[in-house]
């Protein structure tokens, strides 16, 4: 592995937690992903973009910066990356997947709140995040209270920009976010110096497409049975998708959708996912390294083959249409109506979402969904009623987990996990 350590120090980060964050790794990633058998020859980039997370990629970054170009960090998928490109700037998003410097974030945030917004803080308080340490500016938005609020205390680290997201699918909230979106182009212009014109934009939106084809691309050979690529794989490279370079890796994924779909043609050739339940995991985003609950469904037997969160499905079902010779209010109004598809809890109501569970359920021939929340995650936690409600009404098995990333719960998560995944299996048997 390369030496990074001059980067990192010069960087500003915390190079004794750091140095403890980057060792725990390692064993992790052992543990949950190259423990794994019959894995697709694809992966293998993912698992080098892993032992380099905070090493090539920073590099990259960092060139990019020094030719000129400036970085913004995001934590939603909201935030138009189309927009970002288009001004020649990066996007990269960030993660909060572990608990970090909790005793410095709770001086500053309620204990209670979602372990996705401290875990943010905490990268940033303890310096151990590149990535923060790289950004010229954080994009942040209102999706939820918890971390609306966290932004303006961000604010007192890092320059923060807040973008208002629409929280109900109509007519007020499509203008309200159609003027927030030409407000992030003046903010992106002003930032990078470079003036966003028709064809950077149409270009901007051409390549995060590309990006979302791909991952439908992928998506859609999960639905193969067996499902050619374990769900803890297909996750990572949804983690993957907010940080790497888009070119790059929408060649990567089609390279590897290449395989997978050579594995469908040829199901007897792999052993992968072969007589195993298929279950579908819906809710709150998982970021990197939060492996928790997919590796404890795996390990119990069972393969995802649907994510319905913003590391999966959400990220990328819809495209922003595209055409030649469009002003850019006309393309700025595509990005608008592809967001306002977007089923995130942050929205009220939300039955497209339910709709959406229910009828990919059927699609991709998932024998019970597993509804996971952060816990103190009010829009999903809440919503969870009524997704399990409507689900059972539908005749489809699920269970509703909340969990933080703790490892004290595994005992207690396993149990229920297997409890759950008996039942699906003496229901297939029709016992
Ligand atoms: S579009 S899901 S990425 S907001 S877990 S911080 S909601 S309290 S992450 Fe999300 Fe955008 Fe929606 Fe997707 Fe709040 Fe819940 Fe924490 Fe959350």
Redesign the pocket.
């Given at each position: 592995m390369n030496d990074y350590t001059e980067m990192w120090s010069e960087l500003g980060l915390n190079m004794a937690d750091h140095d403890i964050l980057m060792s725990a790794l390692p064993g992790l990633y052992q543990d949950i992903y190259l423990s794994q058998t019959d894995r697709p020859q694809g992966m293998q980039y993912f698992d080098n973009l892993i032992s380099e997370l905070h090493g090539k990629r920073i590099q990259e970054l960092l060139e990019h910066k020094q030719q000129g170009g400036k970085v913004l960090a995001t934590?939603?998928?909201?935030v138009p990356e189309e927009i970002v490109l288009a001004a020649g700037a990066v996007a990269v998003g960030l993660c909060g997947g572990i608990d970090w410097a909790t005793p410095e974030v709770e001086k500053v945030l309620p204990r209670n709140i979602?372990a996705?917004?401290k875990s943010f803080m905490g990268f940033k308080l303890g310096k151990v995040c590149p990535y923060f340490e790289v950004a010229d500016l954080v994009v942040g938005?209102t999706?939820?209270d918890?971390?609306k609020k966290s932004f303006e205390l961000l604010g007192d680290y890092i320059p923060v920009h807040v973008m208002e997201t629409p929280q109900k699918k109509n007519q007020i909230d499509y203008q309200m976010w159609d003027a927030e979106l030409q407000r992030f182009i003046e903010v992106v212009e002003k930032l990078t110096g470079n003036k966003i014109t028709e064809q950077s934009l149409q270009d901007g939106i051409r390549r995060v497409n590309n990006k979302r084809k791909a991952l439908q691309r992928l998506s859609a050979a999960r639905k193969a049975d067996p499902s050619p690529i374990s769900g803890k794989d297909a996750l990572l490279i949804y983690q993957v998708a907010f940080y790497d370079d888009i070119d790059r890796f929408t060649a990567k994924v089609n390279e590897l959708c290449d395989e997978l779909e050579q594995r469908i043609e040829q199901t007897a050739a792999h052993q992968s996912g072969k007589d195993m339940l298929r279950i579908m995991v819906s809710g709150?985003?998982m970021a990197i390294p939060n492996w928790k609950i997919p590796h404890l469904i795996e390990t119990a037997g069972a393969r995802i083959v649907f994510d319905e969160m913003?590391t999966g499905e959400?990220y990328f079902q819809n495209l922003v249409v595209e055409g030649e010779g469009k002003s850019i209010e006309q393309m700025v109004s595509d990005i608008n109506q592809r967001s306002l598809q977007?089923d995130?809890?942050?929205f009220t109501p939300n039955q497209t979402r339910i709709d959406k569970i229910i009828r990919k359920s059927s699609e991709y021939s998932v024998d019970g969904v597993i509804h996971y929340a952060?816990q103190?995650?009010?829009?999903?936690t809440i919503e969870g009623f009524r997704v399990e409600k409507q689900l059972k009404d539908a005749g489809i098995a699920v269970m509703r987990l909340e969990t933080d990333y703790s490892q004290e719960d595994v005992g207690q998560l396993q149990t229920r996990i297997e409890a759950f995944l008996e039942t699906l299996s003496d229901r297939k048997e029709g016992i």
């Open positions: 934590m939603c998928v909201f979602c996705l917004i938005e999706t939820c918890g971390k709150t985003p913003c959400r977007i995130c809890a942050c952060l103190s995650c009010d829009p999903f």
